[in-house]
């Protein structure tokens, strides 16, 4: 089956330290994200990637880092410059489809998060 | 500012009862448009999307897509209590490749 896998689904993490959360996705799509969710609220963007090797920051990009070596891989890198982490960080995936006028849409998928916590 | 607003509710509505959603668009660049359901502690889960003028029909599901008023819904028939979720609308720009998301309705299925 295809999908997209996260790890671990629970996280802890003391003041001051660094942790990377895995997203890996075996659809064969170009462009991958992440997200952060907070209580009650609506999905914020922070970083994505369309193609292997390149990435973008996204609305709060601060205090985090990722990587895109991989097609199949995103890990996003939650840093200790990141000051209020505890939140629910989800991944997704889509086609990538910029300037590609072929297409006429585009879905999303999400995988199944990774709950964040500061101690 | 691509911005893409929806009714916080929270909505309530019985049993076998249809619920509507609803949501607004900014940007007309806006391409296709999706509606996910968001359980508790869960992940958002692609439910319907569509891209064209009109509605689009899945078992219980409508979605409804009208581009001139920047607008998009969701009905909901005979709606259940396992119904009960946030559901989140979504839009898309091709260009960019770009998802815009709302802050989501709760709905709640009263039995």
């Known amino acids: 089956d295809g999908g997209i896998t996260q790890s671990p689904k629970y996280l802890f993490r003391k003041e001051g330290q660094n942790v990377t959360l895995s997203c890996e996705q075996n659809?064969?799509?170009?462009?991958m994200y992440w997200y952060r969710q907070d209580p009650g609220q609506g999905l914020r963007l922070i970083y994505y990637?369309?193609?292997?090797?390149?990435?973008q920051k996204g609305d709060i990009a601060e205090g985090y880092s990722v990587s895109r070596e991989k097609k199949e891989s995103f890990p996003l890198t939650v840093t200790s410059a990141q000051k209020n982490p505890t939140a629910f960080y989800l991944c997704a995936s889509s086609r990538e489809t910029s300037g590609r006028a072929r297409w006429i849409y585009n879905e999303q998928f999400f995988g199944p998060g990774t709950r964040l916590t500061v101690l | 500012q691509k911005e893409v607003e929806q009714n916080s509710g929270p909505l309530s509505v019985p049993e076998g009862a249809i619920a509507s959603l609803n949501c607004t668009y900014s940007d007309r660049g806006s391409q296709s448009f999706f509606w996910y359901r968001q359980y508790s502690g869960k992940s958002p889960e692609l439910i319907m999307f569509?891209?064209?003028?009109g509605d689009k029909e899945d078992g219980r599901f409508t979605a409804q897509l009208n581009k001139a008023s920047q607008y998009v819904s969701l009905l909901i028939r005979d709606s259940q209590p396992s119904d009960s979720a946030t559901y989140l609308c979504a839009v898309n720009i091709l260009t960019g490749n770009q998802f815009y998301f709302g802050t989501g309705t709760s709905l709640t299925v009263i039995p």
């Open positions: 990637s369309q193609i292997v090797n390149d990435f």
């Open positions: 659809l064969n799509h170009d462009a």
């Open positions: 569509i891209y064209s003028n």
